[in-house]
């Protein structure tokens, strides 16, 4: 490695370098503050240790098992219904051969993603609204009862993952189809001329092609399987649905800067992460063990 050979790459490393070490490395200081009794006034420094207490709180709390029972459904949820529809939908439109509508296909999927999540709460209340939705008022012409699909726990985590489906499923589905374009047409071209058909291609090429980036994005799901979409649900629920709505993350937001309790909530956030990297070591460690295939 001659430094002085390529030293233009190594200094358009630093731009990013510096971005990492200011806003990735030096604010890990802050996890010190899950280790003591913080308080604004005498900072991190002054403040007095106090070891695994908030952790032993944490643990010992109702109100966190509940969170964490909800953050896991809700992220379950997610993954079973949401993670293979890009797959689908990327499949189905690589089968497209009209480009201009394959383009107008597209853009309109990808547009959701960038809509904030405040518009996109703004979208679903107005269609749900039980006073006026479109939804509601379909159900109604139909003969049923208007469902309070916002204020009825029941139903509320079916409005978040149909909402995140909307907004997210067309964005993810950039990846799969640039996966695609990598796999060989020869071997569609073989294919065809054994006489198979589109779906004995489909499962037999396009899928086992896939396979790696499929597991690529399986296991860094799995690293957000404690985000459960924080943004989203902290616009979209209320009171009423507390019970099956809150998770880790509106929950730190509310003990953190509602009862300003930051080295508790600081405690749930480092948990959150402890548990995502182990998530993650271990889906790498299953996939090259059983599949040959991992991220590292």
Not at 85 to 101: Q, S
């Amino acid at each position: 490695m001659d430094i002085r050979k390529d030293w233009d790459l190594y200094l358009a490393l630093l731009p990013g370098i510096a971005f990492l070490l200011l806003f990735k490395y030096t604010p890990m200081y802050g996890i010190i503050i899950a280790f003591k009794d913080f308080n604004i006034f005498e900072g991190m420094a002054a403040s007095p240790w106090v070891g695994l207490h908030h952790f032993e709180k944490l643990f010992a709390s109702e109100s966190f098992l509940q969170v964490f029972r909800n953050t896991l459904l809700i992220s379950v949820y997610k993954i079973v219904f949401l993670f293979p529809l890009p797959i689908i939908i990327a499949i189905l439109l690589n089968e497209l051969r009209n480009m201009i509508f394959k383009r107008s296909i597209q853009t309109l999927i990808y547009l959701p993603h960038f809509l904030s999540w405040v518009i996109v709460s703004g979208l679903f209340i107005d269609l749900l609204s039980v006073n006026g939705g479109m939804v509601n008022q379909w159900i109604t012409a139909l003969g049923g009862q208007p469902i309070k699909f916002f204020l009825d726990s029941s139903v509320f985590r079916s409005v978040i993952v149909a909402s995140a489906g909307w907004k997210e499923t067309g964005w993810s589905t950039i990846v799969y189809l640039a996966a695609l374009t990598s796999i060989d047409p020869q071997l569609y071209e073989a294919a065809k001329m054994d006489g198979a058909g589109k779906w004995k291609m489909t499962l037999h090429i396009t899928l086992p092609g896939l396979i790696p980036i499929i597991l690529l994005m399986f296991i860094l799901r799995l690293g957000s399987v404690l985000e459960a979409g924080t943004e989203q649900v902290l616009v979209m629920y209320n009171p009423s649905v507390y019970n099956v709505a809150d998770i880790i993350g509106t929950y730190v937001y509310r003990i953190g800067l509602g009862e300003q309790d930051y080295s508790f909530s600081t405690a749930v956030g480092l948990f959150e992460s402890v548990i995502a990297f182990i998530l993650i070591v271990t889906g790498n460690f299953l996939s090259r063990k059983y599949l040959q295939r991992g991220i590292w």
